[in-house]
């Protein structure tokens, strides 16, 4: 049987959630790891189970592009640098899952999505919170009927402040925190109803980590619903280094028949219906394997071609936020 020769480049992010897809997996094998940059530190991916005794090239990652010639390259690295490893690779005809955002400015992003079409490659992006079994049953809530039409979405993104990288604190670096953060809320809020979104308003601050000066750790967004409908955003870095989780992710939606509320931190998802009473919604075992789906789907020829637009897409509309926070504005996505 023919596997899927997958190598990694970069040290930050969410390598450990493909990994997580990766385990157990046996039309994939992980075959090279590297760092993005010079002096860049992998090793706590090292230490995963598919990385186990895989080769490591410590200085170049172009190298082992070319010795290995893989199928797919995971790009997780410093925010600044995903789009030019993902048109490096592109190039090379290699498919990727790259850590989001695909760009930290408009043109770049352009140029990202000529590069993809151009050399015909799939490309997701790592939007890994749509893989929560608290969002998958908060899909399955929703697409049964129980609420009706969503007419309003309230999501939540809290995050501990932790320790963050110093690069952090420079916005041509990170990007800001409404690209990092808040295209998780915009996806699962998309994810959960399927409705897409056609204006937004945002407003951001730093407030308590004047240290990290170009990191927002508050944000607020409003946006217009593709049915009218509308939704509400926050996101901050503030949540108590007490708390018993890092995160406190969460989304309710009010539709014309009901209610869902669905916390990853309480690890439930709350209905109340008219038609079908106060319920908890079943959560699926563990994640869902999204990853694996994406390699599946090229190993029998299949297009990730929805993947690939919802990760530009969501990208271009956290762009276009951040521009309307700093424009204060409201700016139309359509």
């Known amino acids: 049987m023919k596997k899927i020769r997958i190598v990694t480049i970069g040290g930050f992010g969410h390598i450990d959630a493909v990994f997580r897809d990766l385990t157990g997996m046996d039309e994939a094998d992980l075959v090279g790891m590297a760092p993005a940059y010079a002096g860049e530190d992998i090793s706590k991916f090292l230490k995963l189970t598919p990385a186990a005794d895989k080769k490591v090239y410590q200085d170049d990652y172009k190298q082992m592009l070319k010795e290995l010639k893989p199928d797919v390259a995971v790009v997780s690295t410093r925010l600044d640098l995903i789009p030019k490893l993902i048109m490096e690779v592109a190039d090379m005809g290699i498919h990727i899952i790259a850590e989001k955002p695909l760009a930290l400015d408009f043109g ?31 899909k399955q809530v929703y697409d049964s009927g129980a609420i009706g039409q969503a007419i309003l979405a309230n999501a939540r993104k809290s995050y501990k402040w932790g320790t963050r990288p110093d690069w952090f604190g420079e916005k041509d670096k990170y990007g800001g925190t409404i690209g990092w953060v808040g295209i998780h809320a915009f996806d699962f809020i998309n994810s959960v109803t399927g409705l897409n979104f056609t204006k937004v308003a945002a407003m951001k601050g730093n407030l308590v980590h004047p ?29 108590p280094e007490s708390a018993p989780t890092h995160g406190d992710d969460w989304i309710r939606v009010i539709g014309t028949k009901g209610v869902l509320e669905a916390s990853l931190a309480k690890k439930n998802c709350l209905v109340i219906s008219n038609e079908k009473g106060t319920f908890e919604q079943p959560l699926p075992e563990g994640k869902d394997k999204i990853f694996r789906r994406f390699l599946l789907n090229l190993l029998a020829g299949k297009s990730n071609e929805e993947a690939k637009e919802i990760s530009f897409m969501l990208t271009k509309i956290c762009l276009i936020a951040r521009e309307a926070a700093e424009k204060g504005k409201i700016m139309d996505l359509k």
């Open 108 to 138: 770049t992003l352009e140029k990202v999505r000529k590069s993809v079409e151009k050399n015909k490659i799939n490309l997701m992006a790592m939007l890994t919170m749509r893989s929560d079994p608290q969002f998958v049953a908060a």
């Open 211 to 239: 240290d990290r000066p170009g990191c927002e750790d508050n944000c607020v967004l409003i946006a217009e619903l593709s049915n009218g409908g509308h939704a509400t955003i926050s996101v901050d870095y503030c949540r």
